[in-house]
């Protein structure tokens, strides 16, 4: 599927690098999400952005830091990792249809925090 | 609270031979529900969903699900597994906000 792409798939960065992850959807959607997958817990939602604008900021850490210049583009930004932060980021995006709406994902970005 | 649950975390089933992954849902009034499949490596796809009408939902890959207001419950049933079917497959629900809960994942193994 090519409806949600991310870049890069995999990234290995140092706990005092700065790096971006980026998510682009090609759905005309209006919602963008950024999840969290690690190992052994079901996945966590992070942000949620509706028409560019952030509705949801789920206990994340301030090292975390998402931008939505538009409706097809997400960007979380990456500062000061820890170890723990390892984990699969995954994008989605819905079109916001009163209820009715559907998440799709995106492949996912690898993270490894050394 | 609202959730979904997966009663199992492993499933090993033979190539040919039908698979049903369980899922239960808490939610007061009737969710949104939806099922999702991640190939190692991979992210997320969806296979079917559930919002109203008949409560036999078809899917891709030949998957169905049965929406059971009884039980609680939207079974995921493929009556013939490939080897390609191997995957961790996860249920999601949802209410009338856009907040997906999802289960903590069942992984498939397919033997030959």
């Known amino acids: 599927e090519t409806g949600v792409t991310q870049t890069p798939r995999h990234l290995v960065m140092g706990m005092t690098n700065k790096k971006s992850l980026k998510c682009e959807q090609h759905?005309?959607?209006?919602?963008m999400y950024w999840y969290k997958q690690s190992a052994k817990k079901p996945l966590e939602l992070m942000f949620v952005y509706n028409f560019k604008e952030q509705t949801e900021n789920n206990s994340v850490p301030s090292r975390f830091s998402p931008e939505c210049p538009n409706s097809s583009h997400l960007f979380l930004h990456l500062h000061t990792l820890q170890p723990e932060d390892s984990a699969l980021y995954l994008c989605a995006s819905s079109r916001v249809a009163g209820g009715q709406e559907t998440q799709y994902f995106g492949p996912g970005t690898r993270l490894l925090v050394l | 609270a609202q959730s979904v649950t997966q009663p199992d975390i492993h499933i090993t089933v033979s190539e040919g031979a039908s698979l049903e992954l369980r899922c239960n849902y808490s939610?007061?009034?009737?969710?949104?529900l939806f099922w999702y499949v991640q190939s190692p490596g991979q992210g997320l796809q969806l296979l079917l969903k559930?919002?109203?009408?008949?409560?036999l939902v078809q899917g891709i890959k030949g998957f169905e699900a049965e929406f059971k207001r009884s039980q609680s419950s939207f079974n995921l049933r493929k009556p013939s597994v490939h080897w390609s079917d191997a995957a961790e497959y996860f249920c999601?629900?949802?209410?009338?906000?856009?907040?997906?809960?999802f289960g903590a994942g069942t992984t498939v193994t397919v033997r030959a």
């Open positions: 999601a629900g949802r209410s009338n906000d856009y907040k997906l809960s």
């Open positions: 939610y007061g009034a009737t969710p949104y």
């Open positions: 559930y919002f109203s009408g008949d409560t």
């Open positions: 759905l005309g959607h209006n919602a």
